[in-house]
């Protein structure tokens, strides 16, 4: 089975142009949903203390709990506990509010123009009504933008939304008798296409991780690519002129070849190529018929081979987005601080 590496100093320079953008190292929360984006929940969360960052975001109570000791703050999007926890959890719809218990900490989402979720802005006096009533403790109110990566003006109607949320929200709290909340908006397109950050913090995800999916008049932002991965030479063979390879055969060999097989295959989240179209690795060499669950064979002859290393140019080939190249990453691939 093949294995990941990651880059430390990348690591560090992204979380560095982030912290930067945002204000400080404290303005930054670091998504760490979905294995922290297929990295290895464990191994960026470390890495990110020590870099000094004390926020986390994470998608459920078992992320949270395994990242716990590490940040002072970690943000829960979608979970309800049925025990005590310090955490923060996401209110994402006023029949949510019902489904807490007395004490827990919460975080209201609203929808700024997403509609995904998150409760409407007319709705915001009701849910303070309801979090009051129900005994909650409410610690932050934020949003998440729909078209922050998109070449418009939405982002910008959107902030505007968010900024009439906060002040009406000020007066409940004053009404409902709660300490200022926190309030947070941006993720990573966002926070880089803001001149500067009006929150409390950004809750950065992709951009940490070495990655912004957005058009390129935004500018380049010397983010690079945490992650790549690597996989070991199972056997090699010298494939005849007219011979044919793999599943289905679907490959034909041109000439005589040298063709390695390596250990890695779309069971380990390496999206499966078909063999009907000219995939090239990093470094120049070429995938030879379909990709198996476990193996895939290239013309090389080393004894490792990088088959990610820039996410987003396998996401293009794919049609997809670098978040999926990466989430899809097996769990069970060995991880390598490098
Ligand atoms: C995933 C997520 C983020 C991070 O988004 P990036 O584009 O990866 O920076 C931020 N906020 C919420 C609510 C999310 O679900």
Not at 130 to 155: P, Q, V
Not at 187 to 210: Q, T
Request: glycine share 8%; net charge positive.
């Amino acid at each position: 089975m093949g294995w990941i590496k990651l880059d430390k100093n990348a690591f560090f320079n992204n979380l560095r142009l982030i912290s930067n953008k945002a204000g400080s190292k404290e303005k930054v929360a670091i998504v760490l949903k979905d294995n922290a984006y297929g990295h290895g929940l464990l191994e960026i969360a470390n890495l990110a203390k020590e870099f000094g960052i004390k926020r986390a975001v994470v998608r459920n109570i078992d992320e949270a709990k395994r990242i716990k000791n590490l940040f002072d703050y970690i943000l829960i999007l979608s979970d309800i506990p049925q025990k005590k926890y310090k955490f923060h959890f996401t209110i994402n719809s006023l029949e949510e509010i019902q489904k807490f218990k007395s004490g827990f900490n919460v975080e209201l989402k609203v929808d700024t123009g997403m509609h995904r979720n998150g409760i409407l802005p007319n709705e915001l006096r009701d849910a303070f009504k309801l979090i009051k009533k129900r005994g909650l403790n409410l610690k932050g109110i934020f949003t998440h933008f729909r078209s922050a990566d998109d070449l418009s003006s939405e982002l910008f109607w959107q902030k505007e939304n968010f900024k009439k949320i906060k002040k009406e929200s000020l007066k409940l709290c004053k009404e409902f008798g709660f300490k200022r909340p926190l309030f947070h908006s941006c993720n990573s397109a966002a926070l880089f296409r803001s001149s500067y950050l009006e929150d409390d913090f950004a809750r950065v995800g992709i951009a940490a991780y070495g990655y912004l999916e957005m058009d390129e008049v935004f500018g380049e932002f010397a983010l690079k690519p945490v992650l790549s991965l690597w996989a070991k030479r199972i056997s090699k063979k010298k494939i005849k002129k007219g011979e044919r390879l793999g599943y289905g055969g679907v490959f034909e060999a041109k000439e005589d070849l040298i063709v390695s097989t390596y250990d890695i295959g779309y069971g380990d989240g390496f999206f499966r190529l078909d063999g009907k179209r000219e995939f090239i690795l990093p470094g120049g060499y070429k995938v030879v018929g379909r990709v198996s669950m476990d193996s895939m064979s290239v013309i090389c002859d080393k004894d490792e081979i990088c088959v990610i290393g820039d996410a987003k140019k396998k996401a293009r080939f794919f049609n997809t987005i670098s978040y999926e190249v990466l989430v899809k990453l097996s769990p069970f691939l060995r991880r390598e601080i490098v």
